[in-house]
């Protein structure tokens, strides 16, 4: 089955400065890779989502990009804010697989002032 | 518009006895995901359904079952409860079965003593 990996598993930024977490997936076959925020006792709350047909996806400070080769996907938050303090995670779904997410492990971000 | 909700938010059992979480998708979904989530750790699927019939399981024992209705809720089922299924439980619904968004519910937090 699909497997996925996330990386930090904790990440501190200065206000202001960009965060990048990574995930890598092992199935070539995955085509949906969402990205959720999830804050302390709160739900999952998905923030972008990219299909495997395209390279990147942007949308204001938040960007994600995909290289189908080397089956890894990126997050990159810019000039963070102290309400982007959260765990994030990443997923992965395989074609034809219906919504079954395969998450990762998470990353906890803190962001300091 | 609500969201997805779920009912109870929290509640504890004793080894051995049985439990029924709730969940109604979001309006205008017609389907729903069920996800175990450990503390500290990425969501994991449980199964899937949609037209009232379970379409993917993941790998979790018989001891958890569930149900849909006509009108798309849907029932959790742990039977024999075991301290290790103690975590958060989250509903997520979507419209149709491949690839669209999720929408998470704030979870069921279920605690066996």
């Known amino acids: 089955g699909e497997n996925v990996e996330q990386h930090p598993s904790t990440l501190s930024v200065q206000e202001g400065d960009s965060a990048v977490i990574k995930c890598t997936y092992s199935?070539?076959?995955?085509?949906?890779f969402p990205w959720y925020k999830q804050e302390l006792g709160k739900r999952p709350q998905l923030i972008i989502d990219?299909?495997?047909?395209?390279g990147e996806k942007k949308d204001q400070r938040i960007a994600v990009t995909l290289n189908k080769t080397a089956k890894h996907f990126s997050l990159h938050i810019t000039e963070t804010q102290p309400e982007d303090s959260a765990v994030y995670f990443c997923?992965?779904?395989?074609?034809?697989?219906?919504?079954?997410?395969?998450f990762g492990t998470g990353t906890q971000l803190k962001v300091e002032l | 518009d609500a969201g997805v909700t779920q009912s109870p938010t929290h509640l504890i059992k004793t080894r051995g006895q049985q439990v029924t979480l709730r969940c109604s998708p979001k309006?205008?979904?017609?389907?729903v995901s069920w996800y175990q989530q450990a503390l500290g750790q990425g969501p994991q699927f449980i199964f899937q359904?949609?037209?009232?019939?379970?379409?993917q399981r993941g790998n979790f024992p018989d001891r958890f079952s569930g149900h849909q209705f006509p009108n798309y809720s849907s029932e959790l089922n742990v039977n024999a409860l075991l301290l290790g299924d103690s975590a958060l439980y989250l509903c997520?619904?979507?419209?149709?079965?491949?690839?669209?968004?999720?929408?998470f519910g704030n979870g069921t937090r279920l605690t066996v003593t």
């Open positions: 997923a992965a779904s395989l074609t034809g697989g219906g919504n079954k997410l395969t």
């Open positions: 199935d070539s076959a995955s085509n949906y």
């Open positions: 990219i299909r495997s047909n395209v």
């Open positions: 309006s205008g979904h017609d389907t």
């Open positions: 359904y949609y037209e009232e019939e379970e379409r």
């Open positions: 997520a619904s979507s419209f149709g079965r491949n690839n669209s968004p999720l929408h």
